[in-house]
């Protein structure tokens, strides 16, 4: 009898897992196709394959970038160190771009500022010529003539055709930047003063040199000037030092002025005889970096300084605040 009951219920079971996986198996077709169906649903007012060149206009302005063997360049430049990820997702977003609305009955292109457009995007691929997206007037609200209280949104054609669409205001946005918006800028490793092991500052021609280093087995640490192999080289008070290093820790690159500048334009940041140059090793991830800034002039709205690493011709802001903390340090001469 207990086999019996045992058989019925195994086999009652078997049935509900069966029918557990049937109800699974139809909600998952029945979400796929809702998703399909949403996706079929959608306005698209390009769809290209292998977007390998972009060219964006805007008024007298004209950016050129080229894709060659994976890798984004500024048609004018190839030394012009281009952020990937936003040259990729621009092509992305001009391969296929998203329209919010699809104009059934359409005027003449000039009706919505596409006869003559200052905003331009080519857009080369596998076809022979290149195409054209062409953005125009913004989206007036319903009813309004008032623009500051219309949606974001603008008009879109590609060049050569009828159909006008509606698209949010990315492009637009992206039309407005400059050369310098793409630029994969330089950047200072992430550290805290006290993963600086090794200090050189040198200021109006006196270079001071400092190291740190473990002085017990529990973890203490004193600053030494020039070298630690000598207890008479040893600070009296390590507090300056850890200033200075929480200061030079503390600087960070803001925006590039200069991606490539010649021995002429770095003079005229200041950066021939720099007003500071700070040289720096800190330990992080089992390996020792060594970093060494130049500081030049003040920019003239006041607001940062002009800076280049050893080794590049670029020239970088970095925020006043920031880099007079380091030129104001109190340590031993």
Known sequence: MKKSKLTIAAVALAVLLAAYAGLTWQQKQVQEKARKAEADAKLYVTDFDNVSGISIENGDRKLDFTLE?????????????????TLKSLADQLAKLPATRRLE????????????????????TGQESP??????NQVKASGSSDLDSAPTEY?????????????????????????????????????????????????DGITSHFIKKEVD????????????DT????????????????????LSIRSCVNYKASDEELGSYGLGTPALTLTWTCRK????????????????????????????QAVNLIDKSAVEKCMNAEYPG
């Not at 005027?107 to 080369?124: K, M, N, S, V």
């Not at 640490?221 to 020039?226: E, Q």
């Open 69 to 85: 063997d994976g890798t984004w360049y500024y048609a004018k430049d190839k030394d012009c160190p281009i952020r990937q990820s």
């Open 155 to 203: 008009y879109a054609c590609v060049s050569g055709g009828s159909q006008v669409y509606t698209i949010g205001s990315s492009l637009t946005d992206t039309a407005k930047k400059d050369l310098y918006d793409f630029i994969q800028q330089e950047s200072l490793p992430m550290i805290s003063g006290s993963d600086i092991r090794d200090l050189s500052i040198t200021k």
């Open 105 to 124: 009955e359409t005027d003449e292109l000039a009706a919505y500022g596409l006869a003559d457009p200052a905003i331009r995007f080519e857009i080369t």
């Open 217 to 228: 087995g529990q973890g203490n640490i004193a600053w030494f000037k020039d070298t630690a």
């Open 131 to 136: 195409a054209t997206l062409l953005v125009g």
């Open 231 to 250: 207890e008479a080289n040893r600070l009296p008070d390590n507090a300056p030092l850890n200033n200075l290093a929480e200061a030079v820790g503390g």
């Open 285 to 312: 991830d089992a390996k020792d970096i060594t970093t060494t800034l130049h500081v030049g002039s003040l920019n003239p709205e006041g607001t940062g300084y002009y800076t280049r690493l050893e080794g590049s």
